[in-house]
């Protein structure tokens, strides 16, 4: 149902944005994967999702934190049907004690990105004559834990800014919408186990349900591949009326 159209994923080259694009890829979206670097890991990333999908898949470097790299991912893709905003970095400290330079790191890769990508996407959308932005935002976007001041501020920022995108797109055959996982199972979550695990002399299942899964009453993990299949439902024609708001991904966690 995708197929001719771009989808262009920031920060795909693990985790979350990598499992959308290879689910955007196989309902028959092109898409362009990106990230801060450029190693021959990258590129092979692009090459298998060609490989398995047969649709055009490019890697394209860009660093997030810098505006002019953002926009400058959305000019080299040239075309944007779909922009999924997902790059994004965590630092967890008191507000007292937090480092600015990753304040302003944060606010950078994960709210004026997506400024910069919307700006340079939207007109290209509105020339194709339909167009998606989907925002990955979090459970933290709509709820908030101590120490995590800039990304809990840049998440709920992304909500707002997903919302005014939604309304200056209200009349045009444009979608704004933002996902909001609550922990999902990516390579970073898997490399925290074995050191909780020593922290709290647990063993994994307990590490998982009782720490790392506390305020997810499903006590299970979302997968990349559920992400991305929200993601695909999103450019579908049953969402075609949703703009503007969030779906959370979350086991339950901001019903409690
Ligand atoms: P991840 O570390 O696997 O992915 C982050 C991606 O962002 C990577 O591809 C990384 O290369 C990229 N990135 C980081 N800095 C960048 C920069 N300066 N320029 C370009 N790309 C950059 O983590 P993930 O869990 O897949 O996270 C993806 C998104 O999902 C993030 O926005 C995160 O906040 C959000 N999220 C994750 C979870 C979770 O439990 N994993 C839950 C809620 C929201």
Known sequence: PLSGKTAIITGSNSGIG?????ELAKAGANVVLNSFTS???DHA?????????GNEARYIQADLSKGEDARRLIETAGKCDILVNNAGIQHVAPIDE???????????????????????ALPMMRAAGW??????????????????????????????????????TAQEPITANAICPGYVMTPLVES???????????DRETVIKEVMLERQPSKEFATTEQL????????????TQITGTTISVDGGWTAL
């Open 192 to 202: 925290q186990i074995p050191d909780t695990m020593k922290k709290y002399d647990m």
């Open 228 to 239: 991305g299949g929200v993601a695909t439902f999103l450019c579908s024609d049953a969402a």
């Open 98 to 120: 937090f480092p600015v330079e990753k304040w302003d790191q944060i606010i950078a890769i994960m709210l004026n990105s997506v400024f910069h990508t919307t700006a340079a």
């Open 45 to 53: 990333l692009a090459d298998e999702i060609t490989q398995v999908t």
């Open 39 to 41: 190693s021959k890991e």
């Open 18 to 22: 990598l499992g959308i694009a290879r």
């Open 131 to 168: 167009g998606r932005v989907i925002n990955i935002s979090s459970a933290h976007g709509l709820t908030a834990s101590p120490y995590k001041s800039a990304y809990v501020a840049a998440k709920h920022g992304v909500v707002g800014m997903t919302k005014v995108v939604a309304l200056e």
